[in-house]
Nanobody, 119 residues
Framework: QVQLVESGGGLVQAGGSLRLSCAAS????????MGWFRQAPGKEREFVAA????????AYADSVKGRFTINRDNAKNTVYLQMNSLKPEDTAVYYC????????????WGQGTQVTVSS
């Protein structure tokens, strides 16, 4: 089992920044890559970003490329999502997930953290 706890969400004005954190624990977490997903009201959950655990390869949705950065601190078992130049359309609940690298299939989910961007 892998346990994931997100933090760092909140309310920010358009153009602002937020950094989300995801603390991972559990015996097998190192077998998984990590990813961020989001779900806006009335929409399906969508992929945002991913990072492989050992090498640090990254992948991003086109909608966030150049604005969001995913990175990780292996010593702290924590993954971060730095979000810059936020837009109102970034408003969503953001979920951390342990994923399979390649197709980014989520295996374990965190509880989610709300991000609201005001115009």
């Amino acid at each position: 089992q892998v346990q994931l706890v997100e933090s760092g969400g909140g309310l920010v004005q358009a153009g602002g920044s937020l950094r989300l954190s995801c603390a991972a624990s559990g015996r097998t977490f190192s077998y998984y890559a990590m990813g961020w997903f989001r779900q806006a009201p009335g929409k399906e959950r969508e992929f945002v970003a991913a990072i492989s655990w050992s090498v640090g390869n990254t992948a991003y949705a086109d909608s966030v490329k150049g604005r969001f950065t995913i990175n990780r601190d292996n010593a702290k078992n924590t993954v971060y999502l730095q979000m810059n130049s936020l837009k109102p359309e970034d408003t969503a609940v953001y979920y951390c997930a342990a994923i399979r690298w390649g197709d980014f299939t989520p295996v374990y989910w965190g509880q989610g953290t709300q991000v609201t961007v005001s115009s």
